[in-house]
């Protein structure tokens, strides 16, 4: 390990510039409960503070507090090194799907409000922008927010996406721009999930 500090905000995580392998751990059980592979450290903090890509993962996360520690720095070879510390745990005690390095460990179907990398849903938008508010206590909106979008059946989701984006567009000059982005790649399938009710 580079550090014996578990990174909680994404200002020290930025400040982490080279490539590097990574263990999300328990604050209270002081346990590593996931490891990655990451380029850009900052930016893959900043994603498991509103969408974590592992649901079993997402929800741990969601119930407990938790940072990021830096296993490894500046690997000569990424992959390999995600393997080799994947493989100093045991698989039944870590959200690790696979044994890490490029395989895929689900097959992606994207579903019919996600857009692509880099651009947000309406209620990932808002997150992010509440993470920032400071009177609200975002970890406890969070840990309602994401359970609750995330039982909902498909076409419920999408008509939820739809009323924050036109709630919002109109509430938050700010925001509509994203939210016609995110539409330009999103409408069509939207429609024919609606359609096909």
């Known amino acids: 390990m580079i550090t014996d500090q ?12 080279c490539p590097v392998i990574y263990g ?3 604050l209270d059980s002081r346990k590593i409960v996931y490891v990655g592979k990451t380029k850009n450290f900052g930016q893959r903090f900043e994603s498991y503070r509103y969408s974590p890509h592992n649901a ?10 938790w940072g990021l520690e830096v296993l ?16 100093k745990f045991n698989l039944n005690d870590i959200f690790n799907m696979v044994g890490g390095g490029d395989q895929v460990w689900r097959n992606h ?4 409000w996600m857009a692509r990398t880099g651009i947000l849903c309406p209620s990932d938008l808002l ?15 969070k840990k309602w927010i994401i359970p609750f979008r995330e039982k909902l059946p498909e076409t419920q989701r999408v008509l939820y996406e739809i009323s924050l984006a ?30 096909s009710v």
């Open 6 to 17: 578990i990174i909680t905000d994404l200002k020290a995580a930025k400040k982490i510039k």
């Open 166 to 195: 036109k709630e919002h567009y109109y509430m938050n000059p700010g925001l509509r721009r994203l939210i016609e982005r995110w539409l330009s790649y999103t409408e069509d399938r939207m429609i024919k999930c609606l359609q």
């Open 24 to 26: 999300i751990i328990g």
């Open 72 to 87: 490894e720095a500046d690997p000569d070879d990424l992959s390999r090194a995600e393997k080799l510390w994947i493989g």
């Open 127 to 141: 997150l992010r922008r509440l993470s920032n508010h400071k009177y609200l206590r975002y970890e406890k909106v």
């Open 56 to 65: 079993p993962l997402a929800k741990w996360m969601g119930e407990n507090e």
């Open 109 to 112: 179907s994207r579903t019919p």
